[in-house]
């Protein structure tokens, strides 16, 4: 096992900063986040975290018919793209009272769907959106290819075996892309120059950015997978009220295409994500002891009966104070969402189906002069008045507690490997864990829900949407959890038309601003202790802004192409 | 077939139809395939704005045909053509933060794959693209689009591409 493991567990540097460090753009997500902690002593002693961009979709949904929703909403974001078209849909199927009536072979085909996006949103997470924060490309340069393969070859984490001579290939690209001066992905990146706070041997870092490369390319398979039963990708098409339309779907050569590109992405997935992670995460183990958030939600995914949560494959529930021993099930009275420091009229906080969007925008000076006043435009929302973590770590602690075989089965795989108890879960390691496990418990399901549709196919179960009539007027909500975590669309129907449509996205749950009262939001309570070497390059601050895999939803800005823009500290 | 009429050519407009000018790379592509039949080994495509996802076509491309609006501060109208150094020089024109640079693309091309097709843009010289979002080409560049068209297909031809026009 020549390679893999650190002799002695490796430990994130603390400098002895004292003072402000803002993060404004935060780069390697989707959208605008503006993060600013004030450090003591080089650990993080308070955080903000902002939202700098407003959409207004919920003005734009009002008086629309009901179907459209989900082809605007689906346009808040392009990365997680069709989770938007699979809330709207819900709620509206909710409100007009299909769900129960759907056919199995639309629900599976929706379920291979929302699967496929999974895989891509993860694979395209961990390596582009995250990676960069713990590997090293720079100093891959310094790496023997000899020992690169050695580690894929014999160390047991389950790697394809790879040449010297790719590595070598790799290296040399590498060195060849770094001279350039046309640093492009990598512009700005902290590892430009030595890093304290990274940690893994050269050859790792080799490695990691070999696959980094790899994935560029691999990410295209699950996209177009989501291509075929969507009709197209980004935002997809086909989901309807009642079901999916995608009949082209059911024909056995588009299902032996989606079959094929599945098969060799789950090849990433078994023999480069899941080794990549268990080679990198003992380099930084002490990461399980940062980034810690206190309560948990999720409503589940993956429905057989799209009328019943408990019918989901990955189950619904609510954990808190880290107590994996109780889990409530989630109830939909409890959401609430909260203005006081937002920049929205009204203080008051609201259930989403009597939610208002009345936006005011103020300043930034509250938080910049040390009061925390209006400082985002995200909403804060709350469960039973807990600030609840939502994504991967949410749905795997769930599964986890509730002893979902597949996830519990890889849960203790990797505590094992790491030697660490399920405490360590609870963390920015636990999290990116997480997405992991997540990522094969899903996709090795999906191998059965392929098999289901060939059946059914067969059998001439070819129904995929049932029909429904739109109600005057009605309530209904859609719950996804998408690969970011517990999404929830709202919707009142009134004279046939939408009345009122709130979206509670997952971002906004994990990072959004404090509640009235006070309370710090998942990402702002899990940024607290956090160690800075180098206010300059806060590498750690984004280890855990990154592991929550943010998505704002992006917006348009006009950049005056003569000038350069300048950050107070750029981000890679 | 000789190895001349093997290469993969990839004639690619891009630019943002709904930002006036900045559209005319794509809006030349849409006349192209109105106006041509083009052999099997030439493909044309409407990049539009996609910046890094347009990695898969330019790494199976042996030759790269952008059309795109550049700066170069000359009058409206005015029909460029860069390669080598020079197209580094164009590609740096951005307008919003979701436009993905290009040359970024090409330069990441190499580096996930070894590979890095030759390229040559034809640009032209935009008038209005800062205003507010619309459809309209200004008619100074619309003028442009037949010489535009000539200079392409001389390029399609130099790189061993074949075409015909199609039946009026």
Redesign the interface.
């Known amino acids: 096992m020549a390679g893999c493991k650190p002799k002695s567990a490796p430990v994130t540097p603390v400098g002895d900063y004292s003072g402000r460090v803002v993060i404004d753009p935060i780069n390697r997500i989707e959208g605008h986040l503006r993060i600013e902690v004030e450090v003591e002593n080089g650990r993080v002693k308070n955080a903000w975290s902002s939202s700098q961009l407003f959409r207004g979709l919920e003005i734009i949904l009002q008086g629309r018919d009901p179907r459209d929703a989900k082809h605007f909403t689906q346009r808040s974001c392009g990365v997680c793209t069709h989770t938007h078209a699979l809330a709207s849909t819900r709620c509206v199927e909710n409100a007009v009272g299909v769900q129960a009536q759907i056919p199995e072979t639309g629900l599976v085909l929706r379920n291979l769907l929302l699967g496929a996006q999974f895989l891509h949103d993860h694979i395209v997470h961990f390596y582009h959106l995250h990676a960069l924060d713990w590997v090293d490309v720079v100093n891959a340069l310094s790496a023997s290819p000899k020992k690169a393969a050695e580690i894929t070859n014999t160390a047991g984490l389950g790697h394809r075996k790879h040449t010297v001579a790719e590595f070598e290939?790799t290296q040399a690209?590498?060195k060849?892309?770094v001279a350039?001066g046309?640093l492009?992905?990598f512009t700005n990146a902290y590892f430009l120059e030595p890093h304290a706070a990274y940690k893994l041997p050269p050859e790792i870092n080799l490695i990691a950015t070999h696959h980094y490369?790899?994935a560029?390319?691999v990410q295209?398979l699950p996209s177009r997978m989501m291509a075929i039963i969507g009709g197209k990708n980004p935002h997809t098409q086909s989901l309807y009220e009642g079901g999916i339309t995608c009949y082209d779907a059911l024909k056995p050569e588009n299902i032996a295409q989606f079959k094929a590109l599945f098969l060799e992405t789950m090849d990433f997935v078994n023999q480069f994500y899941i080794p990549d992670v268990l080679a990198v995460a003992p380099y930084y183990l002490d990461w399980g002891g940062i980034g810690h958030t206190t309560h948990f939600h999720t409503c589940g995914e993956f429905a057989t009966d799209e009328s019943d949560l408990n019918s989901r494959f990955l189950p619904q529930g609510v954990i808190l104070n880290n107590d994996l021993s109780k889990v409530a099930d989630f109830d939909l009275k409890k959401v609430e969402e909260h203005v006081a420091h937002s920049w929205y009229k009204d203080d008051s906080p609201k259930h989403p189906w009597k939610g208002v969007t009345d936006p005011l925008y103020t300043s930034l000076d509250e938080m910049e002069t040390g009061k925390t006043g209006r400082y985002s435009w995200m909403k804060a929302p709350r469960y039973d008045g807990l600030s609840t973590e939502v994504g991967p770590l949410a749905q795997c602690l769930v599964s986890y507690a509730r002893g979902h075989k597949q996830t519990t089965a890889l849960v203790n795989l990797v505590l094992k490997h790491l030697g660490v108890g399920a405490g360590a879960l609870f963390s920015t390691l636990g999290r990116t864990a997480a997405r992991c496990i997540e990522t094969k418990v899903i996709g090795d399901e999906m191998v059965e829900w392929i098999a289901k549709l060939e059946a059914n196919v067969a059998a001439g179960k070819t129904d995929i949407v049932a029909p429904f009539k739109m109600p005057e007027s009605a309530f209904g909500v859609g719950f996804v959890n998408a690969p970011r975590g517990a999404l929830s669309h709202w919707i009142e129907i009134a004279g046939g038309k939408i009345k009122n449509f709130q979206l509670v996205v997952p971002s906004t749950w994990n990072l959004g601003p404090r509640c009235d009262k006070g309370i710090l939001s998942p990402v702002e309570e899990a940024l607290i202790g956090t160690p800075v070497f180098d206010p300059k390059r806060p590498v750690e601050i984004l280890r855990t802004i990154h592991s929550y895999d943010p998505c704002i939803a992006?917006g348009?800005?006009?950049?005056d192409?003569k000038t350069n823009e300048t950050y107070k500290f750029k981000v890679c | 077939m000789t190895a001349e009429a093997e290469k993969k050519i990839l004639v690619l407009g891009l630019g943002n139809i709904l930002l006036r000018d900045e559209g005319i790379g794509v809006r030349v592509v849409e006349r192209l395939i109105e106006q041509y039949e083009f052999l099997d080994n030439i493909t044309l495509m409407d990049g539009g704005v996609r910046g890094?996802i347009l990695?898969?076509p330019i790494i199976q491309a042996d030759h790269i045909i952008v059309i795109d609006a550049v700066?170069n501060d000359q009058p409206p109208g005015t029909v460029y053509r860069l390669e080598g150094d020079d197209v580094?020089l164009s590609m740096?024109?951005?307008?919003?933060?979701?436009d993905m640079?290009f040359?970024?693309t090409l330069?990441?091309c190499?580096?996930?794959?070894?590979k890095r097709p030759s390229a040559v843009i034809i640009g032209i010289e935009p008038k209005e693209y800062?205003t507010d979002p619309s459809l309209d080409i200004s008619q100074e560049l619309l003028d442009r689009i037949p010489e535009m068209i000539v200079k392409i297909l001389q390029e399609i031809e130099a790189a061993g591409g074949s075409y015909t026009p199609k039946a009026a």
Request: positive net charge.
């Open positions: 290939a690209r590498l060849k892309f350039g046309q492009g992905i490369l790899l560029l390319k295209l992006c348009v800005h006009v950049i192409p | 890094m990695m898969d700066l580094k740096a024109f951005k307008n919003s933060v979701h640079d040359l970024e330069c990441c190499e580096l996930v794959s070894g800062q």
